[in-house]
Nanobody
Framework: QVQLVESGGGSVQAGGSLRLSCAASGRTFSSRVVGWFRQAPGKEREFVAAIGWTSGTTNYVDSVKGRFTISRDNAKNTVYLQMNSLRPEDTAVYYC?????????????????????WGQGTQVTVSS
């Protein structure tokens, strides 16, 4: 089983940037899809972006397209989320997780039901 650790969150002003990391230990990400999700206070956890570990194919929710970039470092077994032009509505706890399938099927999965365990996440706070 793969263990995931998220890091890189912080507090920034609107327009700022952060880079989140999702590091895997135990098993690797191989042949799976890695997704970033976020949960704002009082809201459900939602899909943000995904990348195919082998293919490098990516998928983003419309609200972050052109601002966020998901990438991977195979040697470090780490997935990144570069977040630019941050907005107050991006404020949330960000989580990563893995799943079989494609970068399209992972965004259809229900975060509260279809995944196993989640990590502690990393807090991102964007002030106006």
């Amino acid at each position: 089983q793969v263990q995931l650790v998220e890091s890189g969150g912080g507090s920034v002003q609107a327009g700022g940037s952060l880079r989140l990391s999702c590091a895997a230990s135990g098993r690797t990400f191989s042949s799976r899809v890695v997704g970033w999700f976020r949960q704002a206070p009082g809201k459900e956890r939602e899909f943000v972006a995904a990348i195919g570990w082998t293919s490098g194919t990516t998928n983003y929710v419309d609200s972050v397209k052109g601002r966020f970039t998901i990438s991977r470092d195979n040697a470090k077994n780490t997935v990144y989320l570069q977040m630019n032009s941050l907005r107050p509505e991006d404020t949330a706890v960000y989580y990563c997780n893995v799943a079989p399938g494609s970068v399209w099927s992972i965004r259809l999965m229900r975060p509260s039901v279809d995944f196993g365990s989640w990590g502690q996440g990393t807090q991102v706070t964007v002030s106006s």
